[in-house]
């Protein structure tokens, strides 16, 4: 069984609207963090947004946003308004230390935003 | 601005020709990563230093080897490069293992003809 679970390889949306990228782990542990990272085509990976499990708020930056079920290990990014500049591979990551506290990539979601 | 800088951008080389991968980082983190990705894939680990210390994944090649002579500045050696070692390199600093975010750099883009 897979880590991290992303089921969606590609998605679509049309400019501003709003689009739920999924993402699923598996864990035993009670603390934990939890990443999106973007990968645009040929550029840099950069973070989107970070989630400890111990939070019970879901984090939210700008247009990003996650819903945490930490009882479903469940980890899903919400992008609202959607910008062309939003097009990029999506990995959801997974960092805990029965995992020797190294990044746990999922497949990645390639996301494709329509004008 | 701080940031993770990767050199060169894109290296071409020649099967079994050694090549060095640098990467730099101004943000005083105490670990650094080298990732190497094939293309639409995640990721994958081969090796990262916790300051000094050298830590290598269980599958990463022989082929593959890392130095790190100060705090800021890591290499990623390839001895003898063969075709499927073609891929994007990303190296990634964080300031702890714990805890820890990681920032990447832009990747060095190695084809080996």
């Known amino acids: 069984a897979q880590t991290v679970t992303q089921s969606q390889p590609e998605m679509s949306v049309q400019e501003a609207e709003t689009v739920t990228l999924s993402c699923t782990y598996d864990?035993?542990?009670?603390?934990?963090?939890l990443f999106w990272y973007k990968q645009p085509p040929s550029r840099q990976m950069i973070l989107v947004i970070r989630?400890?499990?111990?939070?019970?708020q879901n984090a939210t930056e700008n247009r990003f946003s996650v819903n945490f079920q930490k009882a479903a290990k469940s980890f899903s990014l919400k992008i609202s308004d959607s910008q062309l500049g939003d097009t990029a591979m999506y990995f959801c990551?997974?960092?805990?230390?029965?995992?020797?506290?190294?990044?746990?990539f999922g497949a990645g979601t390639i996301l494709r935003v329509k004008s | 601005d701080a940031m993770v800088i990767q050199n060169p951008r894109y290296q071409v080389t020649q099967f079994g020709k050694p090549v060095t991968l640098s990467c730099s980082q101004t943000?005083?983190?105490?670990?650094m990563y080298w990732y190497q990705q094939k293309s639409s894939q995640a990721p994958k680990l081969l090796f990262h230093?916790?300051?000094?210390?050298?830590?290598n994944e269980a599958d990463t090649p022989d082929n593959f080897q890392s130095r790190r002579p100060n705090t800021s500045f890591c290499f990623l050696d390839i001895r003898s490069p063969g075709l499927g070692d073609t891929a994007m390199y990303l190296c990634?600093?964080?300031?702890?293992?714990?805890?820890?975010?990681?920032?990447f750099g832009p990747g060095t883009r190695l084809t080996v003809l």
């Open positions: 990634a600093t964080s300031r702890e293992r714990v805890e820890n975010t990681q920032y």
């Open positions: 864990t035993s542990e009670s603390n934990y963090y």
């Open positions: 989630q400890e499990a111990y939070k019970q």
């Open positions: 990551a997974f960092l805990a230390m029965e995992y020797g506290n190294k990044l746990v």
């Open positions: 943000l005083n983190h105490n670990v």
């Open positions: 230093y916790y300051d000094k210390d050298f830590n």
